[in-house]
């Protein structure tokens, strides 16, 4: 199969949660069990760290790669879903595995995966941990892609293990309350093994809990280092004084990362970064200040606040979720403009209206969806979204939407893009 007939057999022959959602989600790890059974085991040959929660978990396995590369670890990357190509969930140093391994991994065990009948992520998982050991990593950052407890990549034993916060997303899965959905996140907790909590909360009882029965030492990011603005950012970066227990820890540390949530993803990488350093790793600082100042160029990392375009400015950003249009929305109050454009689409198997309760009302809405079955319908969006004194027009597709709000806006506008990774991926 050529690569193209390779991706199509990946997409179209395997349940992809990306795509069609519910029917994709397989609720126990019988596969992804029987696939490393099969392929002899693949993540017991590398050191791995597993980071799971709400928001943020994108952002600090990308900070974490950054910084172990510059460190001098050969560093693994898998993270979900992909902007534009397949082959950016699997990265070893910042690059995307060969178009080649993708195809030999699918020819070599393709009677074994036509047989398991796996879903795409299922899959997709086992491709990754292969790769990492063919391609001999020392250390692999893996974020999980639904939950915890029951997400294909809960088979690693790694260093240490991370949850960055916990909010009301695919509830239809993980529980419709807090206290539910981090119970599932907090599966990835196991036995002796440190855990980094990147935000005090509410629902801290039950991390606790699980880490007290798996006998895990604990930690909290945010009662550990307290992250402050520097100065203003530019269009490209922002800087940091960083407080250890209230000393100095980081002078002026930099990020090519935009967003003030970034405060929080930055306490939380400094915090695993300390207990991998208990662990024997070795992290100087200047790793730190290099891999948080190259995040982008070191993994590749796209959608985070990103800038597309200015007069008008042009931003993206893929939260998805209410407490994440929360942090979305505060950053463009603060972002100064004129009139603000929306381009907004989102999924039909989440409940729109507690994201559509936190957007701005005084913004032009642009309504949309991606190319995907998952898509919300437009035109339902534009209702639901009428009903919260949102008001704009409907567009067949988020490029269709830009150019409209491009047409539509002066060079002090801001336009922004979101609501839905896939959406933000069309744009990208």
Known sequence: MTYKETIDFLFNALPMFQRIGVAAYKANLDNTLALDEYLGHPHTHFKSIH??????????????AAILQEAGYRTGLYTSPHMKDFRERIRINGKCI????????????????EKLEPSFFEMTVAMAFESFRKE????????TG?????????????????ITNIGLDHTNFLGNSLKKIAGEKAG????????????????????MKRANEMEATLYIADQWYRVEEFEPGTIKSQSFQIYLKDELQFDRLVTDLKGNYQKKNIATVLRTIDVLKEEGFKVPDESIYAGCRNVKRLTGLRGRWEILGTNPLIICDTGHNREGLIEVVRQIKQTPHKKLHFIFGTVSDKDPIPVLKTLPKDATYYFTQAGIPRAMEKEELAKLALKEGLRGRIYSTPMEALEAAKNASKRDDLIFVGGSTFVVAEII
């Open 51 to 64: 980071v799971a929660g709400t928001n943020g978990k994108g952002s600090v396995c990308h900070m974490l």
């Open 136 to 143: 001999k990593v020392e250390v692999a950052v893996i974020e």
């Open 188 to 207: 990835i907790i196991k036995y002796r093994t440190p855990v980094v909590i990147g935000e005090t909360q509410e629902i801290f009882p039950v991390f």
């Open 146 to 162: 639904l939950g915890g407890r029951l997400d294909s990549t809960n088979i690693i034993e790694p260093v240490v293990s991370v």
């Open 98 to 113: 060969a178009k080649q391994e993708v195809m030999d991994f699918v020819k070599n065990n393709k009677e074994f995966i």
